[in-house]
Structure formats: structure tokens, C-alpha cells
């Protein structure tokens, strides 16, 4: 709990003062622990592995300005063995090496090193690791002959390079990158530059790679292996997939979309991708998403790799925005990289912005930004999603998306929904009230200035200002350096004025700071129905709200107003009872856009309590029939979560009876199969629905569902691709334990990535308890890659019902999991499988086996759960009296008419 008494006072003291807003990148300004009086230019780094031994040994000669006179070198190692070390040649005792816990590697200096050039030599030895830190090996099975083989890979964001050579590991550093490693003579080896040179030596051969441009030590990347690739070039751009043996052709997709989204950015940026290659990297484990190394970027291969024959359409769109994502990062990360972990946001908020407008700028069909509004399931998604973040940011655990980060623990837990999508959404509000010329010319203006640099975020907002003529500092200020986010009240007066209030949005956080945002509004007055096409592509009014009361006027009496318009504003609205009234009348005249974002406030406001059940309810019955995905998928998204609260109450048959006769007709409507040349949209809808109705044990789809399974096992050609995710989640949910051992048999089977992660997400579905006790410890074999492997108790404790079971299971062998787990998930494994609680009695437990066992690093993450846990709690014994009152009220209301019209 200290961690929430300190977060709170933080938030005052921001409150109390003007923003402190931060200062354009200044090297010796910038945070960190190492000492800016010497830096190093070149690096050169030979690396050696031993693969039986899962160890290395390696060697360094780096190239030092010393900016003043020093007495000692400081730089970063860890767990790495430290041989020799000599300083121009001449070589220090053993006795001056000193690493320490904070991960620094001392030299101490016989004598004063005078300014200038230095060579500094470093001899050492460190270790092969099983999870995604530092150089990890990954253990698969090859494509096609099934052979058991090994490969290395390599991840260092945000502060692993320090495990796989010393060197001054914090992004401000940057410098000239030179790597030669020593691997079998039949292996391929990948890093950031093309191989310059490769000599036969005893027992295999020497790879040299050329020196990198200048740039941070967390983007070098080492992948070796028997390794295939297919290839293709972009004007001056080598361009390839690279994955294990019999795999390259399955990167034929990525490939071309790698030239689309290239050849996108090199226009965009106005600035060219500047190495000479672009190596798109499949890796069998190690880590579960991307790493945007610069030149040599490394997948989760499933985040890459895609099989016609058994790939849904869901994987072909995950797979582009991954690559758009990641690409963008070449230029807004690599180029260009923010000074200290501080400013992450400005690598992930910018690349998911980008990747987004990009994805969607070449694919219409797949409505990335409709859909992005919507939480998805993390396991499928990469995670980009506007609500997720607001949900998130309405608590009191959350943080301005620029936040303090002093150590390398708080630097991996920057990686957060707040910094990615918090930030994505608030580029997209931003670019909207600039428009997109403007915004474009700004970004432009910043790169030019910055290449080969490090930046803060008053950098992007100066470049931005310069290119609008606009304080875009002074505007971004309240949504980048203080938490949460806006709710604006309306109030429709007599005269045609309509008064409107702004004040924090929160959810389960009472005594709130107060703060204010200016907010770029839009707003649009709606036609009625025969003027609605006449409205349709007219821009909507906008404006900045500066000031807590702000009015719009002269709107008429008889007209709905809507704000907010297509919901690209990261604030939530809330109309007054007339406003309300005027909305519902007019819902046929709203896009899609507008009624997805009706639909989240809506029930953002029911979260908040700041509106009964029913006005969600009553919006969804009003909507007019639809088959639009993203809409769909907002009332599945929240019929979903309250299913899962009602877990064991007496009120979960009922509700289910009633969810499902809110999303039975639209399945039947759009009918399981597919039309020839059918839009993507009703494909994934068709899947969304398909589960989401299994899980509310609709028999007639469960029953459908094991059909289409038996079939699939004599036939697979008979169950599409695009199905195969739903109908085995679905039989994997309800299977008895031979139904679960023929989804085990083919999962340990199937070579086919995809096919794999279906029938082990189908095993941690299973909700009866015996057969939940047997998917667990699947988690600590070596059937699924690590990262993987840890997914199954989270995702076993989200879908199962038995997050008690989970827990468990988790708790008791929480050593081998965590070897499994990669830098990221370290401190946030534990408390994450606790937010599927919702018993009270949950917080005091996980706040116990905090104190015991989890780093003072884990506090963010133990009162986000901790939390979570509460709001739960509080929620389900508010939501369950109104549920089944409304519930209730319904069928009253339909007994009595069906009563009036036997008459
Ligand atoms: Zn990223």
C-alpha cells in the first residue's frame, strides 16, 4: 500500500504547481545512473557460444571520449563474468573490477585518465538464458523432418545488453555498433548490419557484421541458427524473413507487406529508411511478441508467419499492424530514441499510432480504428486499444503517461497499456485538431532535426508547434504530465445554449485530485432521418475547451448533439436527461463510429456509478439491428465481463438466457458460413459471435460446435480456418476428458503454429475442475515455447472460472514459471493472475504473499490487482440487483403484451 499513499501525493503536488513541463533533450541533463563524463563512440564485440554449455565468451574493444579528467570507468554488466580489462593497452588487476547489484561494472584507474580518445579492451564470459533476457537459446522442433534443434536469440529492451557485453546500457548513450560471432559452420547468423565478412575457422566459422550507424545499446540484435529466408528488395533496401528451416515461405505475406509499409514510411518521415537492410525475424519462443532491433527486428513467429491453409484472416491483420507497428519504430525508437525510459511513450505511443494509421490507411476493410476502441483479448491481439487504456487510466493506480523512472525494474514496467495506448490515442485527438498535413509537416520538421539523436517529448511538441502556428505544448501538457482523463457534462438549455462542465473521470477512486485538461472538442448537431445523408462528410465543429464551464449556442431545441464525434477524443461524455432522450430518437442517424462510442461511455458510466445498468441496456435494445462488427463487438466485449463476474451467483442463468437473445439474431442473420468474397469485418464478427454465444451455453452452438470438431478430426478441409479458433475454444470449454485428450494428441501433433495455440487455448477453456488440474501443469513442460507456456496459467484463470485453481497451481510453482518469464513479465506475472478475483478476501491474500515473496520493483502492478480485486467486488454486489430488476422488468413487460395482443 505505500506505493498508493506516494502515487496519490505525487498527484497533488502536480496539481498545486504549473506544469513543470520538461525541457528539449540536453545529453548532460539526461536521467540515469551512469556518469556522462566519459562516452563511449565505437564498439567492437566478439562474441563466442558454447551451445552444450549454454554459456558464452566474449571480448570488447570500445572506442571512449573522456569529457573531463575520471579516476574510474563506470558502465553496465551483468551476470557476465568479468576476465580482463585494460585501459590503452595497458591491463588493470583483477582486483579493480568491481560489479555490484546495481548492475554497474566499476574500473578503477591506476592513474587520471586525461580527455580525449581512449581504447578500453574487456575480456568476458556469461550465460545462454532459457527466457527472453539477454541471449537465450530456443529449443524447437523443425518443419517438415521434426528434428529437435536449438537456436540463439537475443532481446535487450529495455536494459539486457548489459547480460550480453559490458557497455554503457542506457539509451542516451549511443554509439557505433561492431559485432563478429563465432557459430557452426551450417548456422546462419542475423544482427542489425549485413555480414561483412565470414571465415572458415576450427569448429565453425567467424561472422563479422559491419559497424551499426550511431545508436542506444538496447537495439542491437544477435540471432543465429539453421535458419532459411526469403527475400525481395525495396529501391535501395535489401529486404528478407528469416525462420527456422522449412518456415521462410510462410513469410511470403510479411514480405510483401514489409515493401507496402516501407515504401509508406519512406514518404511519411520524408526521410529515408537509412541502413541497407531490413531482416524480419521468426523466432519458435524465447518471448511472445516484437523487438524492433534496429534493421533486424525479431517476432514471436506467429506474429509473422502465416499458412494460407490453416491461418485465420484475424492472424493475416494481427501480422500487418505487428509489422507496421515495429517499422515505425525504425524511425520513431531507432532514428531517433527518447532520451531516458521516461519518455517511452514517445517510441510506443508514437509507433501504435502509427502503425494503426498506417494498417488502416492500406486496409479499409479491417476498421483498425473501430476496432482499436475495443479491449481485446491479449493472448490474440497485439494490444492497441483506446478503451483498454481509458479503463485503466480512470483508476487511482494509474500514471501520466510521462512518468519518473529511476530504475531498470521501473523502466520494464514503463511498458504499460497507459504508455502505448493512452498515448496512441491521444497522437490520434491530437493529429485530429491539427489536421493531418499539419501534423505530418511537424513530424517531418522533428526527425529532420533529430536523426541520429535522442529527444523528449518538448521536442515532438515544439516541432509540432513550429509546423501549426499552435501552443501544442501547452494543450498536450495535461494529457502527457498529469493521470486520467476528462468526462464532459452536458446540459441543454431553452434558449439553444448548452452548457458544458469538465471534470475527472474516475472509477473506484474517491477524494480525487481535481484537475483540468484543454480539450479539443468536437461536436455534431444530428439531422433528422431524411437529412441524414445530406450531414454524412461534413467536418464537425470544434472546440477547445480551456476552462472547467465552457457553453456551445445556438443549437435547436428538437436536434440531438453529440460530442465527441467518431470518438477519436480521448474523453468520455455524459448528457443530461434531455440531451439523452434527443440521442436515443436519434440513433439511425449516427455512424458506426458514434454508436460504438455511445455504447463505451455508456457503460463506462455504469462502471463509474455514475448511471444505473440500465441505460446500457436500454441503449443496446434501441440500437437499429445491425451486423456492424465493432458495434457487436462492444456489447459482446461487455456482456463477456459481466458473465464472468456472475461466476457462481444465482443470477448467471438468467443473465445468460438474456445476453444471448441480444446476440443470437444477429448470428442467425449473417448465418456459419462464409459467402464467397465475404468482407473480413463479418468473418471475425461471425467468430466473436460464435464464442462469445458458447460461453454464454447457447446449446444449440455448442452443439453445433462439436459437430463441426468431429468433422474437422476426419476432415480438417472441412472446418475453415476462420472457424477453427471458435469452434475448438467452445468444445475445449465444455469437453469431458476424452474430448480433452484428442485436442492434447493434436496440439502435441501439428507442426502448424496456429493449429497448436487453438487446441492448447481449447485446453485452458475447460472449466470442468478435474480437467483444469491437468492443463496447468502443461506449463512446466516443454510442449509450448516458454513464453507461451506462461500464458496457459493466465489464460487457464481467465477462461477456466477457476481462477482459484489457477492461483494455486501458480503460486506452488511460481520458481519454474518465472524462469520462463521474460524481463517484462517478472514483476507482473503474480498479481496479474490475481485481477480475475472478485472476492475481497483475494486482496488480503495477494497483499500477503506481496510482503513475502514479490520485489519492491512489483508495487505498481500489486495495487493495480489489488485494485482490480476491489472494484470487482464492488461492482458485482451493485450490478446484481440491477440486473436481474431489469431483467425482470423486461419480462413483465412482455408477459403483459403478449397478454394485450391474445385479446
Ligand atoms: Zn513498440
Redesign the pocket.
Known amino acids: 500500500m505505500r506505493f498508493l499513499v506516494v502515487f496519490l501525493m505525487a498527484e497533488f503536488s502536480i496539481m498545486s504547481s504549473a506544469f513543470a513541463s520538461e525541457k528539449p533533450f540536453s545529453f548532460k541533463d539526461t536521467p540515469g545512473k551512469l556518469p556522462k563524463d566519459v562516452v563511449p563512440t565505437d564498439y567492437s564485440v566478439r562474441i563466442v557460444p558454447d551451445i552444450d554449455k549454454l554459456t558464452f565468451a566474449g571480448s570488447e574493444t570500445v572506442k571512449l571520449n573522456a569529457r573531463r579528467r575520471v579516476r574510474q570507468l563506470v558502465l553496465n554488466a551483468l551476470e557476465l563474468k568479468i576476465e580482463a580489462a585494460s585501459i590503452d593497452g595497458k591491463e588493470l588487476p583483477v582486483s579493480v573490477i568491481k560489479t555490484d547489484a546495481n548492475e554497474l561494472l566499476t574500473l578503477a584507474l591506476p592513474s587520471e585518465l586525461a580527455t580525449g580518445e581512449h581504447t578500453l579492451t574487456l575480456r568476458f564470459t556469461g550465460k545462454i538464458n532459457e527466457q527472453g533476457q539477454g541471449l537465450f537459446y530456443m529449443r524447437y522442433r523443425e518443419q517438415g523432418t521434426g528434428a529437435r534443434k536449438i537456436m540463439l536469440g537475443s532481446q535487450f529492451e529495455a536494459t539486457d545488453a548489459r547480460r550480453f557485453f559490458p557497455c554503457w546500457d542506457e539509451p542516451v548513450f549511443r554509439a557505433r555498433f561492431q559485432l563478429t560471432a563465432v557459430i557452426p559452420e551450417n548456422w546462419l547468423a542475423v544482427s542489425n548490419m549485413p555480414v561483412e565478412s565470414e571465415k572458415k575457422i576450427a569448429g565453425g566459422k567467424e561472422v563479422r557484421f559491419a559497424a551499426t550507424p550511431p545508436m542506444s545499446s538496447y537495439l542491437n540484435v544477435f540471432v543465429a541458427g539453421e535458419l532459411d529466408f526469403i527475400e525481395s528488395r525495396s529501391g535501395p533496401t535489401q529486404l528478407r524473413v528469416i525462420a527456422t528451416k522449412g518456415k521462410a515461405e510462410m513469410g511470403r505475406y510479411a514480405l510483401q507487406a514489409t515493401a507496402q509499409i516501407l515504401q509508406y514510411y519512406n514518404d511519411y518521415f520524408g526521410v529515408a529508411y537509412p541502413l541497407p537492410k531490413l531482416d524480419q525475424i521468426a523466432l519458435p519462443g524465447g518471448f511472445g511478441g516484437a523487438m524492433?532491433n534496429w534493421g533486424g527486428i525479431t517476432y514471436y513467429e506467429s506474429k509473422l508467419l502465416f499458412d494460407p491453409k490453416s491461418s485465420s484472416a484475424e492472424t493475416k491483420q494481427d501480422i500487418y499492424e505487428v509489422l507496421a507497428?515495429?517499422m515505425a519504430?525504425q524511425w520513431f525508437g531507432d532514428l531517433v530514441t527518447m532520451a531516458w525510459w521516461d519518455n517511452l511513450w514517445l517510441?510506443?505511443g508514437f509507433?501504435s499510432w502509427m502503425g494503426s494509421k498506417c494498417t488502416a490507411h492500406f486496409n479499409p476493410q479491417w476498421e483498425v480504428w473501430l476496432r482499436r476502441e475495443l479491449p481485446r483479448d491479449p493472448s490474440r491481439r497485439v494490444g492497441i486499444a483506446k478503451e483498454a487504456a481509458m479503463e485503466g487510466d480512470a483508476r487511482s493506480t494509474t500514471h501520466p503517461i510521462q512518468q519518473p523512472v529511476a530504475t531498470e525494474a521501473e523502466a520494464n514496467s514503463a511498458f504499460d497499456d497507459i504508455t502505448y495506448k493512452k498515448g496512441q490515442s491521444f497522437l490520434r485527438m491530437l493529429e485530429s485538431f491539427l489536421g493531418e498535413d499539419v501534423f505530418r509537416e511537424g513530424i517531418r520538421r522533428y526527425l529532420a532535426a533529430h536523426m541520429y539523436s535522442n529527444t523528449t517529448t518538448a521536442d515532438l511538441w515544439n516541432a509540432l508547434s513550429k509546423a501549426s502556428g499552435k501552443p501544442v505544448g501547452e494543450i498536450a501538457a495535461g494529457w502527457t504530465e498529469q493521470p486520467g482523463f476528462p468526462v464532459v457534462k452536458v446540459k441543454r438549455g431553452q434558449d439553444g445554449n448548452v452548457s458544458l462542465t469538465q471534470e475527472r473521470f474516475t472509477v473506484n477512486f474517491t477524494k480525487v485530485p481535481p484537475l483540468e485538461w484543454k480539450i479539443p472538442l468536437t461536436y455534431a448537431v444530428l439531422g433528422l432521418p431524411a437529412e441524414a445523408s445530406a450531414q454524412a462528410g461534413e467536418t464537425p465543429a470544434t472546440l477547445l475547451m480551456t476552462r472547467k464551464l465552457d457553453s456551445i449556442h445556438n443549437i435547436p431545441a428538437d436536434r440531438a448533439l453529440k460530442l465527441n464525434v467518431n470518438g477519436a477524443g480521448n474523453y468520455r461524455v455524459e448528457y443530461d436527461e434531455l440531451s439523452w432522450e434527443l440521442l436515443l430518437g436519434a440513433l439511425k442517424n449516427l455512424g458506426v463510429e458514434d454508436r460504438v462510442n455511445l455504447l463505451s461511455d455508456t457503460w463506462a458510466l455504469v462502471q463509474a456509478n455514475r448511471g444505473p445498468l440500465a441505460l446500457y441496456f436500454e441503449l443496446v435494445e434501441k440500437l437499429p439491428a445491425s451486423t456492424e462488427l465493432a458495434e457487436r463487438e462492444q456489447i459482446i466485449h461487455v456482456l463477456d465481463f459481466i458473465n464472468r463476474l456472475l461466476i457462481g451467483s444465482s443470477e448467471q442463468e438468467k443473465f445468460q438466457r438474456y445476453a444471448r437473445s441480444l446476440l443470437r439474431p444477429t448470428l442467425d442473420t449473417i448465418g456459419w458460413e462464409a459467402k464467397p468474397n465475404e468482407q473480413p469485418a463479418r468473418t471475425n464478427l461471425r467468430s466473436s459471435l460464435i464464442t462469445a454465444l458458447g460461453n454464454l451455453n447457447d446449446p444449440k452452438i455448442v452443439a453445433s460446435c462439436r459437430e463441426r470438431f468431429e468433422a474437422f478430426l476426419t476432415n480438417p478441409e472441412s472446418l475453415a480456418p476462420d472457424l477453427r479458433p471458435a469452434v475448438f475454444s467452445v468444445v475445449g470449454r465444455y469437453a469431458d476428458e476424452s474430448t480433452w485428450n484428442e485436442l492434447h494428441q493434436l496440439g502435441l501433433k501439428t507442426t502448424s503454429i496456429e493449429e497448436k495455440q487453438n487446441c492448447y487455448d481449447a485446453l485452458a477453456d475447460a472449466i470442468d475442475p478435474k480437467l483444469v488440474k491437468k492443463t496447468l501443469p502443461i506449463a512446466l513442460t516443454d510442449e509450448l515455447p516458454t513464453s507461451r507456456a506462461v500464458f496457459l496459467v493466465l489464460r487457464v484463470a481467465r477462461e477456466s472460472g477457476h481462477p482459484d485453481l489457477a492461483w494455486d497451481f501458480a503460486g506452488a510453482n511460481m520458481k519454474a514459471l518465472l524462469a520462463k518469464t521474460d524481463a517484462l513479465g517478472a514483476n507482473t506475472y503474480a498479481p496479474s493472475l490475481f485481477t480475475f478475483f472478485s472476492h475481497d478476501s483475494r486482496a488480503q491474500e495477494l497483499k500477503t504473499y506481496a510482503k513475502n515473496n514479490l520485489p519492491a520493483a512489483s508495487a505498481a502492478q500489486v495495487a493495480k490487482a489489488l485494485d482490480e480485486i476491489q472494484f470487482r467486488s464492488e461492482f458485482k454486489k451493485r450490478l446484481a440487483p440491477q440486473l436481474s430488476a431489469w431483467i425482470d422488468g423486461k419480462n413483465l413487460a412482455e408477459r403483459q403484451e403478449s397478454r394485450l395482443t391474445h385479446h
Open positions: 524492433e507497428h515495429e519504430h517510441n510506443e509507433a
